[in-house]
Nanobody, 125 residues
Framework: QVHLEESGGGLVQAGGSLRLSCVVSGTFISALNMAWFSQAPGKDREFVGHITRDDRKYYRDSVKGRFTISRDNNKGTLYLQMENLKYEETAIYYC???????????????????WGQGTQVTVSL
């Protein structure tokens, strides 16, 4: 059973930075395609970034150049480094994973089999 656990959320001023972590257990992280999604209050969960098993990366347009997704296979951990955060990026951030060889639905909630519980990121003005 794959288990994902996020951490690293918190309160930050607009323009600040945070690094989120997602620890994987139950399987090797190297076998997973992984992603980050965010869900703001009253809104649908939306794609932030995706990293394939062979480290190709894809991002939502609004975060390109500010957010970086990465993985440490030795530590079994996925990261999301967020720079120059904006007030409207206040949300719960979720880690997601799937075991498909190729994930063509990488930017969709339905493209993932496993989810963490989320970590709250609050960006103040």
């Amino acid at each position: 059973q794959v288990h994902l656990e996020e951490s690293g959320g918190g309160l930050v001023q607009a323009g600040g930075s945070l690094r989120l972590s997602c620890v994987v257990s139950g399987t090797f992280i190297s076998a997973l395609n992984m992603a980050w999604f965010s869900q703001a209050p009253g809104k649908d969960r939306e794609f932030v970034g995706h990293i394939t098993r062979d480290d190709r990366k894809y991002y939502r347009d609004s975060v390109k150049g500010r957010f970086t997704i990465s993985r440490d296979n030795n530590k079994g951990t996925l990261y999301l480094q967020m720079e120059n955060l904006k007030y409207e990026e206040t949300a719960i951030y979720y880690c997601a994973a799937d075991e498909r060889r190729f994930n063509f639905r990488y930017n969709e909630v339905g493209g993932y089999d496993y989810w963490g519980q989320g970590t709250q990121v609050t960006v103040s003005l």
